[in-house]
């Protein structure tokens, strides 16, 4: 049997510009809702939408605290939180640790609801995927945008991604074994996946702009011929 060793997974810092959901229980239901003044907002917007309602808006509005330039996020009561480059289960331990002075036993969910990467080329559905639970690899992100097609490149799709300021261009060969241990086998919030044409999408390409003026030539004497016997 062959193995090979996967990249270790990847866990997101918080950084500005993130929108947090933070959802706080306790035994007293009562109090907690004085932490979760978002709950209400959520429940008022699904009573006045049909339940079987769609959306094909690609970036929906979120109820959700924004990670402000400085890193900090304001919540009820505890006021002021710095959560940059931390992980979501450090500031829930954070988060729960302030919370015991006002709540018996509290809990806290956090969620990312930013989380996003595009795909693009020549894959089916080229999209901007929203990913719910934060985590997700290349290949789970081309198997979402329905696979690379046939015209393709797998040896040199490129991966851009942007953090502290820097933009980084890396090229993957999808057919290496060594992927799985490659850095970007986990995809981070606000990557781009870029799938670049092959040589045969080229040619097509190529044939269709040579043949294109000689369609519409042949269409317009027809027109002019037709136009002289009617």
Known sequence: MDTLAVAARY???????????????????????????????????????????????????????LVDNNGFIELPVLGKVNVSGQTVAQVKEQLRESLKEFLKEPTVNIRSLNFRISVMGEVTRPSLFTIPNEQITLL??????????IYGRRDNVLLIREENGKRTFARIDLTRRDLFNSPYYYLHPNDVLYVEPGRARAATADRTNQLLPIVLSGLSFLAIIASRFY
């Not at 789970?140 to 097609?149: C, F, K, N, P, V």
């Open 11 to 65: 866990a997101p810092k918080i950084q500005p510009g993130d929108v947090l959901s933070v959802q706080v229980s306790s035994l007293n239901q009562e109090a907690s809702s004085f932490f979760n003044p978002y709950t209400s907002f959520a429940i008022a917007d699904r009573s006045v939408q049909p339940s079987a309602s769609t959306s094909t808006t690609p970036l929906p509005p979120q109820n959700g605290y």
């Open 140 to 149: 789970e992100a081309l198997s979402l945008s329905g696979d690379i097609t």
